[in-house]
């Protein structure tokens, strides 16, 4: 193995991420893995690189607001363990019933500023997939190349809420702002 790629449990997040990402890498190749199955398990996959504030409870409550373009993609999720706990899933109606989430796909950018506005500094992982989101204030963009599909970080959205956003996962971003 080349030096500094043992496995040791300090870097075994990152094997898994690099690894899901080299699977990720050819959706449109993949086995029935659909884009959204592909996007789900991206949502699972970056509070394991995300540090919340001291009282966050465990587990992670993954959210979708607005029309929900994953269905059983993401509900498969439902019971899987993470941040020691296990995953929840809720498509919250309002921003306000959006607080008691861990992580936030935003579906749609029509009311993007609003939302956020909304969430202000809450500890809440935004995601979207709209073009530009990032720059508008949401913490993780997921764009298309060609069959992949990568991120954009806003570092700075994430860091006024409050999270803190592992090396790791910043090096494999294609643009952090």
Known sequence: MPLGLRPTWSNRPLLALLALLAALGSVARAEGLTEYQAKAAMLYNFPKFIDWPAGTRPGAMLCVLGPDPFGP???SLQGKPLRNGAVSIARPA?????????VLFIAGADNLNRVLAGLGTAPVLTIGEEEGMAARGVMIEL?????????????????????SISSQLLKLAREVY
């Not at 309002?94 to 607080?99: G, H, K, N, P, R």
């Open 73 to 75: 993609a993401l509900d």
């Open 94 to 102: 309002s921003v306000q019933a959006a607080l008691t989430c861990q």
């Open 143 to 163: 764009i298309r190349e060609g069959p992949r599909i990568a991120f954009k970080i806003n570092l700075s959205a994430a860091r006024r809420a409050g999270l």
